[in-house]
């Protein structure tokens, strides 16, 4: 088996330019990831306040060792975001990662990363991916374990990649409710976006926590976490492992994940050192263990709870 690598996906949030590039500073001096994800994914309108430090922020995570991708639009509505898209396509010198079928079909076979934003629910369609050029798929998190190895098996040629930390895309629309959730509408939405760095908490009826808005995607309210599940995805045959950025200490986050790799630390005590660095946050492992997204499944105690 290949050596285990920790990837930083992109940062789904609104941050202003400053502190964007400062977060990837530290990642750069601090986080010891093997390969991080940089560039807007989920709304072209935000990608004038990380444009003027993008070149910065490469060279510093070069010099440091990291490995650099850059991210595709999770979705193209626009004549301007396809331009965007091609550009980015046509000019990197840089893998990309694409988070749409639309960027797989103009990249057109060249070497690059699939997100985990594109629906690879099997091993067929993970087998035409690769063919097509995919050297590494970050698989959806709202898999079950038994179908990322159902897949890892299928597949044993492909690189997998599978998130451990971070909220959960679930869903991106072409309107912006987080706009709508502050009176105002997407062509107009002044960014507000940006009050909320890391999304917009909603609730239900009964004011239970249910799902984040950021901007126009939707995220899962709990913090995906696999710290004991991390062992089975590496037999299964998945080699990477995906931090995805909150609003937190995430140099922090992945040396515990680091440290949790290299067996120097078991995983309820990474698990308890991940709770004190994103204080206030609420974790779930549902999907892995085929439950409710919003699941807690204790394996210790061989007990599940709802967060």
């Given amino acids: 088996m290949s050596m285990t690598e920790l990837t930083l996906?992109?940062?789904?949030?609104?941050?202003?330019?400053?502190?964007?590039?400062?977060?990837?500073?530290?990642?750069?001096?601090?986080?010891?990831?093997?390969?991080?994800?940089?560039g807007e994914t989920v709304?072209?309108?935000?990608?004038?306040?990380?444009?003027?430090?993008?070149?910065?922020?490469?060279?510093?995570?070069?010099?440091?060792?990291?490995s650099v991708a850059f991210s595709s639009l999770a979705l193209v509505t626009l004549e301007r975001e396809?331009?965007?898209?091609?550009?980015?396509?046509?000019?990197?010198?840089?893998?990309?990662?694409?988070?749409?079928?639309s960027a797989i079909g103009l990249i057109k076979g060249r070497?690059?990363?699939?997100?985990?934003?594109?629906?690879?629910?099997?091993?067929?369609?993970?087998?035409?991916?690769?063919q097509r050029g995919a050297e590494r798929i970050c698989l959806p998190p709202e898999l079950p374990f038994k179908s990322v190895a159902q897949i890892a098996a299928a597949v044993p040629n492909v690189?997998?990649?599978?998130?451990?930390?971070?909220?959960?895309?679930?869903?991106?629309s072409a309107r912006c409710a987080h706009a709508r959730s502050k009176g105002r509408i997407k062509d107009n939405?002044?960014?507000?976006?940006?009050?909320?760095?890391?999304?917009?908490?909603?609730?239900?009826?009964?004011?239970?926590?249910?799902?984040?808005?950021?901007?126009?995607?939707?995220m899962s309210h709990a913090c995906q976490l696999l710290l004991s599940e991390i062992k089975d995805l590496q037999e299964a045959g998945v080699n990477a492992f995906r931090l995805s950025p909150q609003d937190c200490d995430m140099a922090r986050i992945a040396s515990?994940?680091?440290?949790?790799?290299?067996?120097?630390?078991?995983?309820?005590e990474a698990a308890a050192l991940v709770a004190l660095s994103y204080p206030g946050a609420v974790f779930s492992n549902g999907f892995h263990?085929?439950?409710?997204?919003?699941?807690?499944?204790?394996?210790?105690?061989?007990?599940?709870?709802?967060?």
């Fill in 9 to 38: 996906g992109p940062v789904y949030y609104l941050w202003d330019g400053p502190k964007w590039r400062d977060f990837y500073f530290r990642i750069a001096d601090e986080a010891p990831v093997d390969r991080v994800i940089l």
């Fill in 189 to 218: 939405c002044q960014f507000v976006c940006g009050e909320e760095p890391d999304g917009l908490a909603i609730k239900t009826l009964d004011r239970q926590s249910f799902l984040v808005l950021n901007g126009v995607q939707t």
């Fill in 159 to 172: 690189a997998l990649e599978v998130m451990v930390f971070g909220r959960m895309p679930l869903a991106i």
């Fill in 256 to 268: 515990i994940f680091r440290e949790t790799l290299s067996g120097s630390v078991e995983p309820e």
């Fill in 289 to 307: 263990h085929a439950r409710e997204g919003a699941a807690w499944v204790s394996r210790a105690k061989n007990t599940r709870q709802t967060l």
């Fill in 82 to 101: 396809g331009r965007t898209v091609k550009d980015l396509i046509e000019t990197a010198n840089h893998l990309i990662e694409v988070n749409d079928l």
């Fill in 111 to 130: 070497h690059h990363l699939v997100g985990p934003l594109v629906n690879v629910y099997n091993g067929p369609t993970a087998s035409l991916l690769a």
């Fill in 43 to 66: 709304c072209s309108k935000r990608q004038h306040f990380i444009e003027p430090h993008m070149a910065d922020v490469v060279e510093r995570l070069e010099r440091a060792g990291k």
